[in-house]
Structure formats: structure tokens, C-alpha cells
């Protein structure tokens, strides 16, 4: 089959295009023939060294959306589609034709869901159904999230939508407030720093119950835009991993600070959550992915570095 493989970590040179064997499944594992593969920048940093658990020679990529080929006998023939946080990383992951996971770890794919679309969505979905989730977004919240444009600051304003959470969108630029505003979303206009709490006062009056940071550099400014006993979920951090925590400002408003980090999760509790969310997409109530960029496994080298140079568009590798 053919595959994504780097032997060595540092630079996106040491990504090459390989043959490799159709991987076996062990007792209690599945193989999935890969229909399609979602590119996150995770899997660029994870090429890049940027996670010390990884194991090389490997196979990169958590997003994937195929059919399963081998292992219990009520899953062969099933579409399926999965993500986690071994695959790529400690074991081989989606950027090539057939992949191996425990048979619990796949789910089955929504029916409305092409395998390009269902491909696209495991790792950003995951992040922010966790958050919301963790930040007990419900019915009764007011949630900003900052970065809303973004694949998944998109997947938590959908989602915090079914729930019924009042959202407020803040993004860069004003053609992304239009776009936001015309799907029937209150956006705001990210400016400095310390005019956030002044603008999210004027839709929430008292603050924000959760902020939702997509982007890493907004929890300094966000402590002043949330109400008492509020929450702030952060997904990033500068590249230093250090920022300056106002924490008296936070002290005094009861809030807390939740991370939210997809690794900690394997591909069974994944399945769990694409379980959860996925029936949302078959009875219309979240929004089928579009403007995806469809690309053959052989111009995956191209693809990785047009995502490590900030490419927006979403990616998805075809074997």
C-alpha cells in the first residue's frame, strides 16, 4: 500500500511517500481499507518533533474514513470513520491505505456524511465537543468563542448551538463577521486585547458564563470579558507555552482555566463522542462540512507544508 512515513522528526523534508504491506489486525483489532484522511496541523507538528512520545518510522495522520476489511464479523463491509491519540504518534496512522485499531474504536460513519466529509471532522469535532462538555456548556450559557472561523472554533459554535447555549463568534476579519453573522450567529470583531471585555459586555452583559479559546492568545484578555464564576477552555498556547495569567482578576471572579487536549484521548473514548455527535449530522442538525480540498496521497508533501505555512482550507488525502 501506499503511505505517508517519516523515519526522522525536525523537518517536513523527512516526509516521503512510501510502499509499505497491508498492515495485519491483531485478536480484537479491525483493518480499514481508507477511503479518505483528514490533514490537521497536529500531524505536521507531529512530523515536526513537536510531540516527544512519537515513535519513527510512522505513518502520521488521526482522521480517517474507510470500510473495514478484516476483524469481527458485524463490522466487515461497515463504513467507518475514527480518530485518537495513538494513531500517527506510537502507531501507524491514516496517511495511507489500510489502517489497524481496536474494533472498538471505530464508529459507524453517518450516513449523510461522504467519507471526504466524515474525514474532515474527527479531530476538530472531538476537541470541541470535549470543551463544551468539560466547560458544561448547556441551555443556560453564554459562550464566546474566540477563533470561531477556525475548524474547530467552527465545530463548537455548532455544536453549542444544538445544545442551545446563546454564542458569540469573534473572529479577525470582517468579511468572517458577515459570513458568521449570516448563518445567524452574533460575531464580534477581534481587536486589542484590552477592548475585548468591553465588547462581549455589550452582548453579554456581565461577561461571558464560558470563553472558548481556539486560538491561544486570548486568556489574558478573556479573565476581563468573563462573568463571576465563569470558565475559560484553551486548546493553545504561544510556541513558548508560557502567558501572562491575570490570576487575582481571576481569583476574584471564581473562574477557572479548563485545557482541553484531544491526545488525552484513545480511539475507543473517540468512537464514544463521533457516536454522540454523528447521529446530529443524519437528522440535519449540524451542518455538513463543505470547501474541503480533495488531494492524492502522492502530493501529501505539498499538502503538509501548505498547512504548516497557515493554509486555511481543509485538507483531505485520498489513497
Known amino acids: 500500500m501506499k503511505a505517508l512515513q517519516f523515519s526522522r522528526t525536525g523537518d517536513l523534508a523527512a516526509l516521503e511517500?512510501?510502499?509499505?504491506?497491508?498492515?495485519?489486525?491483531?485478536?480484537?483489532?479491525?483493518?480499514?481499507?481508507?477511503k479518505a484522511a483528514g490533514l490537521n496541523p497536529s500531524d505536521v507538528k507531529n512530523v515536526l518533533g513537536r510531540f516527544p512520545y512519537t515513535t519513527v518510522p510512522r505513518?502520521?495522520?488521526?482522521?480517517?474514513?474507510?470500510?473495514?476489511?478484516?476483524?469481527?464479523?458485524?463490522?466487515v463491509g461497515q463504513e467507518v470513520w475514527g480518530t485518537g491519540n495513538q494513531i500517527g504518534f506510537s502507531r501507524n496512522g491514516s496517511h495511507a491505505g489500510y489502517i489497524t485499531l481496536s474494533a472498538k474504536g471505530v464508529a459507524i460513519k453517518p450516513k449523510s456524511l461522504s467519507f471526504v466529509q466524515a474525514a474532515s471532522l474527527g479531530v476538530p469535532y472531538t476537541t470541541a465537543w470535549d470543551a463544551l462538555e468539560r466547560s458544561q456548556v448547556d441551555g443556560n450559557t453564554r459562550l464566546l468563542v474566540i477563533g470561531a472561523n477556525g475548524?474547530?472554533?467552527?465545530?463548537?459554535?455548532?455544536?453549542?448551538?444544538?445544545r442551545g447555549a446563546q454564542v458569540l463568534a469573534a473572529v479577525r476579519r470582517p468579511e468572517q463577521v458577515e459570513a458568521l453573522q449570516a448563518q445567524g450567529f452574533n460575531a464580534i470583531l477581534l481587536g486589542k486585547a484590552e477592548e475585548l471585555a468591553a465588547q462581549v459586555n455589550a452582548v453579554f452583559a456581565g461577561g461571558a458564563d464560558v470563553i472558548f479559546d481556539?486560538?491561544?492568545?486570548?486568556?489574558?484578555?478573556?479573565?476581563?470579558?468573563?462573568?463571576?464564576f465563569g470558565r475559560i477552555a484553551i486548546i493553545a498556547a504561544p510556541v513558548d507555552g508560557h502567558v501572562q495569567l491575570p490570576a487575582l482578576a481571576l481569583y476574584r471572579k471564581g473562574g477557572s482555566v479548563v485545557g482541553i487536549n484531544s491526545l488525552l484521548y484513545g480511539v475507543e473514548a473517540c468512537a464514544r463522542m463521533l457516536e454522540q455527535?454523528?447521529?446530529?449530522?443524519?437528522?440535519?442538525?449540524?451542518?455538513?462540512?463543505?470547501?474541503?480540498i480533495e488531494s492524492p496521497i502522492e502530493d501529501g508533501l505539498a499538502r503538509y507544508a501548505e498547512v504548516n505555512q497557515g493554509g486555511a482550507d481543509k485538507v483531505i488525502l485520498l489513497p
Do not use: H, N
Open 17 to 34: 511517500v512510501v510502499e509499505l504491506p497491508t498492515p495485519v489486525p491483531a485478536e480484537g483489532e479491525v483493518l480499514v481499507q481508507i
Open 59 to 75: 505513518v502520521p495522520g488521526r482522521d480517517f474514513a474507510g470500510v473495514v476489511v478484516e476483524g469481527p464479523q458485524e463490522l
Open 151 to 162: 475548524a474547530v472554533g467552527s465545530a463548537a459554535i455548532a455544536l453549542a448551538k444544538v
Open 214 to 228: 481556539t486560538t491561544g492568545f486570548w486568556l489574558p484578555a478573556s479573565v476581563q470579558a468573563l462573568a463571576p
Open 277 to 292: 455527535f454523528g447521529k446530529l449530522f443524519d437528522d440535519g442538525t449540524l451542518p455538513l462540512p463543505t470547501g474541503l
